[in-house]
């Protein structure tokens, strides 16, 4: 199956790099592409490191037990909470450092249901924080407006948001499904 994957995102991309050739667009554009590709993909293996590294400190595996031995609605609620602020300021990297708060053995709807999490709690995040895009675009197209007044109206909209889907779910679990 990876290896279908594979070979399915090698033909799109030979696709879309003949169509460009075909319409004579200057190909310093691919090779620029692929530069910023390349940046994002050293970020990977830095993640990776993280997660390892912190997984091993002392202090994590005493999070880790203090975290496990909380109920299950404690778990997905603190770890939306961490998500949220964690990705404010690392986006992507909030993964790294929430990852070890699972056993390394832990079962595999577990493990998917902390991801899903996390991805709520950092998709929260780009509501209200100041380094995401979304509030420097805000910011940029409304100079007359303080930050501090962009980041407390998404705030305000990711704390609406979050009401609603703990509502929908029906006000017990906070995760995604």
Known sequence: MTALRTLLIAGVLTVACSGLVITGAPLGVIERGLGDALTFAAYLPVLQMLRVIVGELPAMARARDAFGALPQQGRDTGALVLATGLGSVLTTGAHALIAPLLPKDAPEPLRRQMA??????????????????????????????????????????????FILAWRLEGGGSLTAG
Do not use: C, D, K, N
């Open 116 to 161: 899903l999490i996390s991805l709520r709690g950092i998709s929260f995040s780009a509501f209200w924080s100041p380094f995401a895009v979304s509030v420097a675009f805000g910011t940029q197209y409304m100079p007359e407006t303080a930050s501090a007044a962009h980041t407390l109206m998404g705030l305000g909209l990711a704390a609406v948001i």
